[in-house]
């Protein structure tokens, strides 16, 4: 066989005998296992929601109660100051003694232990995460029940993880999953779950954690219905707006992400205002609830979750002063609250504000329908704030079932996340984990290495050592005069072969030290090798794969073969190789390229190719 036929073959072998994804039978077991943690999520946001009310009766109300009320309703008059004190209080002994990861809004605690953790979470936060966030709740604060439930469905998931013999990846997508669901069962956005888990937590877009993530959250849609109400949370629904809705969707992305801009800058300035206090953080909470209280004796409707207030603002039942008034207090609170280090979600008082902002500016806007606008705001400070436009404009539409509001949701969610991009270098979620010294990247893309195989960036012309040889040849043949004392040459080593079966690798170190040995057992270059089939890479296999089998062994290079049942040695590649698909993306996205000729150019030669006229209308011979 020519080289040219050989090359052809291989060619043939490694792409027929490769697939779209890489994934095996143990996604089966893992998306079972993913089922059970979704509807174990969905429990435990019942738990979570039922845990809010209590606290609110018992604060706001003195009475041991589940029963849905707004701290807005309370009797306290000046005494509602001391309400969040006390929560806050009860939260610091619990960070302090309990576990310090229940402080925060729960999102980057749980994209830290997915990246640097291991995906691993403990028993004592799945507890007390949902305890200190319905006493953070209850007592006034200011948040959400979805980076609480994110938390702690991550925790669950985690935990059942830890206890099944999977690996880590694996670990991983059970905990994505439990947080997801969770947020599914609150919210009743399913798709949105997912996205969110797509864009923030999972870090990779593969069969083996988009199938369990999606059954997880399956299932917790289904589940939902039993122990909630079924319906959207604030449905609304919107006129279509025409052409001139195309500017201002970008404009509200624009003053979206200056929003998104305002609120995040601020929050970490109050922290670190925080952290140069001469107290323990354990009080930190407590002075957090001190602005909180007042807060909420000044503007009532500001305390608490504040869905019945997101409700009202899309469905514009508020008067413009005391918009601006609610959500001016209702920023000031959160960002003091939440830079205090107490427990708490996001999503909430971002879609409060983004909905405030919206209604606020909605009659300078386009279109007559004045829920479209507030709606548009609430979508695209979300997607500006977390990154995550898709998910944002998702949650947006099922959260209200507004078909004709997508469109510009979208357009306003991109250019608020364009403009958060360009502005902050991080996010809200990700400068807290920057804080503790570690960076997140968050851009995805195809890795090179899975992109190319082996038999495209190996080493074909390949030096190589007989087995029958004796090693005083083999070392005179294959090591020139001083190459053993140059730098590097201990690395150096080649393919040993039997006839034309590949038996082993042998570096220059180990046959000059074979060389030496005074060992009568060893005279032949193949004396140095069992039967054992060495270490080597399949045309065909991926370079990532290759790049993991250099690491975990400690190699600088691997034979090539063409079977493993033949060991017919057709190349070699080393780390060095592996850097050959790097340099081809690195041009491709970093080289600028002009066309060389423009259309109209190549249609008039190809014109003239066929009619065999050159450019003065001449024919040509």
């Given at each position: 066989?020519?080289?040219?036929?050989?090359?052809?073959?291989?060619?043939?072998?490694?792409?027929?005998?490769?697939?779209?994804?890489?994934?095996?039978?143990?996604?089966?077991?893992i998306?079972?296992?993913?089922?059970?943690?979704?509807?174990?999520?969905?429990?435990?946001?019942?738990?979570?929601?039922?845990?809010?009310?209590?606290?609110?009766?018992?604060?706001?109300?003195?009475?041991?109660?589940?029963?849905?009320?707004?701290?807005?309703?309370?009797?306290?008059?000046a005494?509602?100051?001391?309400?969040?004190?006390?929560g806050?209080?009860?939260?610091?002994?619990?960070?302090?003694?309990?576990?310090?990861?229940?402080?925060?809004?729960?999102?980057?605690e749980?994209?830290e232990?997915?990246?640097?953790?291991?995906?691993?979470?403990?028993?004592?936060?799945?507890?007390?995460?949902?305890?200190?966030?319905?006493?953070?709740?209850?007592?006034?604060?200011?948040?959400g029940?979805?980076?609480?439930?994110?938390?702690?469905?991550?925790?669950?998931?985690?935990?059942?993880?830890?206890?099944?013999?999977?690996t880590?990846?694996?670990?991983k997508?059970?905990?994505?999953?439990?947080?997801?669901?969770?947020?599914?069962?609150?919210?009743?956005?399913?798709?949105?779950?997912?996205?969110?888990?797509?864009?923030?937590?999972?870090?990779?877009?593969?069969?083996?954690s988009l199938?369990?993530?999606?059954?997880?959250?399956?299932?917790?849609?289904?589940?939902?219905?039993?122990?909630?109400?079924?319906?959207?949370?604030f449905p609304?629904?919107?006129?279509?707006?025409?052409?001139?809705?195309?500017?201002?969707?970008?404009?509200?992305?624009v003053?979206?992400?200056?929003?998104a801009?305002?609120?995040?800058t601020?929050?970490?300035?109050?922290?670190?205002?925080?952290?140069?206090?001469?107290?323990?953080?354990?009080?930190?909470?407590?002075?957090?609830?001190?602005a909180?209280?007042?807060?909420?004796?000044?503007?009532?409707?500001?305390?608490?979750?504040?869905y019945d207030?997101?409700d009202?603002?899309?469905?514009?039942?508020l008067?413009?002063?005391?918009?601006?008034?609610?959500?001016?207090?209702?920023?000031?609170?959160?960002?003091?609250?939440?830079?205090?280090?107490?427990?708490?979600?996001v999503?909430?008082?971002?879609l409060?504000?983004?909905?405030?902002?919206?209604?606020?500016?909605?009659?300078?806007?386009?279109?007559?329908?004045?829920?479209?606008?507030?709606?548009?705001?609430?979508?695209?400070?979300?997607?500006?704030?977390?990154?995550?436009?898709?998910?944002?404009?998702?949650?947006?539409?099922?959260?209200t079932?507004?078909?004709?509001?997508?469109?510009?949701?979208?357009?306003?969610?991109?250019?608020?996340y364009?403009?958060?991009?360009?502005?902050?270098?991080?996010s809200?979620?990700?400068?807290?984990?920057?804080?503790?010294?570690?960076?997140?990247?968050?851009?995805?893309?195809?890795?090179p290495?899975?992109?190319?195989?082996?038999?495209?960036?190996?080493?074909?012309?390949?030096?190589?050592?007989?087995?029958?040889?004796?090693?005083?040849?083999?070392?005179?043949?294959?090591?020139?005069?001083?190459?053993?004392?140059?730098?590097?040459?201990?690395?150096?080593?080649?393919p040993?072969?039997r006839?034309?079966?590949?038996?082993?690798?042998?570096?220059?170190?180990?046959?000059a030290?074979?060389?030496?040995?005074?060992?009568?057992?060893?005279?032949?270059?193949?004396?140095?090798?069992?039967?054992?089939?060495?270490?080597?890479?399949?045309?065909?296999?991926?370079?990532?794969?290759i790049?993991?089998?250099?690491?975990?062994?400690?190699?600088e290079r691997?034979?090539?073969?063409?079977?493993?049942?033949?060991?017919?040695?057709?190349?070699?590649?080393?780390?060095?190789?592996?850097?050959?698909?790097?340099?081809?993306?690195?041009?491709?996205?970093?080289?600028?390229?002009?066309?060389?000729?423009?259309?109209?150019?190549?249609?008039?030669?190809?014109?003239?190719?066929?009619?065999?006229?050159?450019?003065?209308?001449?024919?040509?011979?």
């Amino acid at each position: 066989m020519s080289r040219g036929e050989e090359t052809s073959a291989d060619s043939a072998f490694d792409h027929g005998d490769r697939s779209d994804f890489s994934a095996d039978r143990r996604i089966l077991r893992i998306a079972i296992v993913a089922a059970f943690v979704g509807a174990l999520s969905t429990v435990a946001a019942w738990v979570l929601l039922d845990l809010i009310r209590f606290f609110t009766n018992v604060f706001f109300f003195q009475r041991a109660s589940i029963e849905p009320v707004s701290p807005a309703t309370n009797t306290l008059g000046a005494w509602v100051v001391l309400v969040p004190v006390a929560g806050g209080l009860v939260i610091g002994l619990m960070a302090r003694f309990g576990s310090e990861k229940i402080r925060g809004h729960g999102i980057p605690e749980a994209i830290e232990a997915i990246l640097f953790g291991q995906s691993r979470m403990s028993a004592r936060v799945a507890v007390l995460k949902p305890l200190s966030s319905g006493i953070a709740i209850g007592s006034g604060g200011p948040f959400g029940a979805e980076g609480p439930i994110i938390m702690t469905g991550g925790a669950l998931g985690s935990l059942i993880g830890q206890y099944l013999h999977i690996t880590g990846a694996e670990r991983k997508t059970l905990l994505v999953a439990g947080a997801v669901a969770g947020m599914t069962a609150v919210f009743g956005t399913p798709i949105a779950a997912v996205l969110l888990a797509i864009e923030l937590l999972l870090f990779e877009l593969r069969p083996r954690s988009l199938l369990p993530v999606a059954i997880a959250c399956s299932v917790a849609g289904f589940a939902r219905p039993l122990l909630f109400d079924p319906a959207p949370l604030f449905p609304v629904q919107v006129l279509p707006i025409g052409l001139p809705g195309l500017a201002a969707a970008a404009l509200a992305g624009v003053l979206a992400g200056m929003l998104a801009w305002v609120v995040s800058t601020s929050l970490y300035k109050v922290e670190d205002q925080f952290s140069k206090l001469r107290v323990h953080w354990m009080w930190w909470p407590a002075i957090g609830g001190l602005a909180v209280g007042f807060g909420g004796w000044l503007q009532p409707r500001a305390l608490g979750v504040g869905y019945d207030v997101i409700d009202d603002l899309l469905h514009s039942r508020l008067a413009l002063e005391a918009v601006l008034a609610l959500i001016a207090c209702k920023a000031g609170m959160w960002v003091v609250a939440l830079g205090s280090g107490t427990s708490g979600g996001v999503l909430a008082p971002l879609l409060m504000m983004g909905a405030g902002l919206g209604l606020a500016v909605a009659p300078w806007m386009p279109g007559g329908d004045p829920a479209l606008w507030p709606l548009v705001f609430m979508a695209a400070t979300l997607g500006g704030m977390m990154r995550a436009p898709v998910m944002a404009v998702m949650f947006g539409f099922e959260l209200t079932n507004a078909t004709n509001a997508l469109l510009p949701m979208l357009i306003a969610a991109a250019v608020a996340y364009g403009f958060t991009v360009l502005t902050m270098p991080r996010s809200i979620l990700t400068e807290k984990i920057a804080r503790r010294g570690r960076h997140i990247y968050r851009e995805y893309g195809i890795d090179p290495l899975e992109r190319h195989v082996v038999a495209e960036v190996m080493t074909r012309e390949v030096a190589t050592l007989a087995a029958d040889v004796s090693l005083d040849d083999a070392l005179a043949r294959a090591i020139s005069p001083g190459r053993l004392a140059r730098a590097g040459a201990s690395h150096h080593a080649f393919p040993v072969l039997r006839g034309e079966r590949l038996v082993g690798m042998l570096s220059a170190e180990t046959l000059a030290a074979a060389a030496a040995s005074t060992d009568e057992n060893l005279r032949q270059v193949g004396d140095l090798f069992g039967d054992e089939p060495p270490l080597h890479a399949l045309p065909g296999e991926s370079c990532r794969a290759i790049a993991a089998r250099l690491a975990v062994h400690d190699l600088e290079r691997l034979p090539v073969v063409a079977d493993a049942a033949s060991m017919r040695l057709v190349g070699i590649v080393s780390r060095s190789d592996l850097v050959k698909p790097s340099l081809d993306l690195f041009e491709e996205e970093h080289r600028p390229e002009r066309l060389r000729a423009t259309p109209l150019a190549a249609l008039q030669r190809r014109f003239q190719s066929l009619t065999g006229r050159d450019e003065s209308g001449r024919e040509g011979r």
